[in-house]
């Protein structure tokens, strides 16, 4: 049986780790969506054309270990905003999202377009300021030559690209339960995840 658990928001809200933490709770499969758009980017950075990057994406693609630095992050925001580029990843997710034994999906578009029947939906936010900071720290411990206020504007920058493209913009479903996790610790907003998939089963 399926059972989709679709989390949307910005960037560095805490997505990942939340999504990470309910798949390991209900021994769902996860598939972090970003690394898509990432791995297009990353092959549009080096030359290609988008929509033939993401036709043609393999799993490879998402293996590399290149895809979280902030100018893939705008390339990813960037091809993103194109229809064909989303198209052509749409099946995949979708697939995913429907295997046997339950899956967590997270990105900017699953509660609203590639899993509007999602059993469980979340949008997970926070300030500017503490997803800034959290991105700075995180990429300061990769060893990533960045400061604050790059940051900060980069992630303004795909924010907005992100919410308003025509495309699958992201917004949250009008059936998303909200997490903001500006002033939340890690283990309620995980907590808060779980519960609400328990409520769901
Ligand atoms: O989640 P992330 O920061 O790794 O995502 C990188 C970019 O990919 C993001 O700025 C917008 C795009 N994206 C999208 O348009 N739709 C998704 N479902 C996931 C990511």
Do not use: W
């Not at 059936?175 to 769901?200: F, K, P, Q, W």
């Amino acid at each position: 049986m399926s059972f989709t658990v679709a989390i949307d928001g910005p960037a560095a809200a805490g997505k990942g780790t939340i999504s990470r933490a309910v798949a390991a709770r209900f021994g769902f499969a996860h598939l972090d969506t970003g690394l898509i758009y990432r791995a297009t980017g990353a092959r549009v950075l080096a030359g290609e054309d988008a929509e033939a990057a993401a036709r043609t994406l393999r799993p490879e693609d998402l293996a590399r270990d290149d895809l979280r630095t902030p100018e893939v992050a705008q390339a990813a925001s960037k091809v993103a905003a194109n229809p064909k580029v989303r198209a052509a990843l749409v099946a995949f997710q979708k697939e995913f999202a429907r295997r046997p034994g339950g899956a967590v999906l997270d990105g900017r578009d699953i509660g609203t377009v590639i899993c509007p029947d999602a059993e469980v939906k979340l949008y997970v936010t926070a300030s500017d300021l503490v997803r800034a900071e959290r991105r700075f720290l995180e990429l300061q411990e990769k060893g990533l030559d960045v400061t604050r206020e790059s940051v900060h504007d980069e992630l303004r920058a795909r924010d907005a690209r992100d919410s308003a493209r025509e495309a699958a913009p992201l917004k949250p479903a009008a059936d998303a339960l909200m997490l903001d996790t500006s002033d939340m610790s890690i283990a309620d907003a995980v907590a808060a995840a779980i519960a609400r998939v328990e409520a769901r089963r």
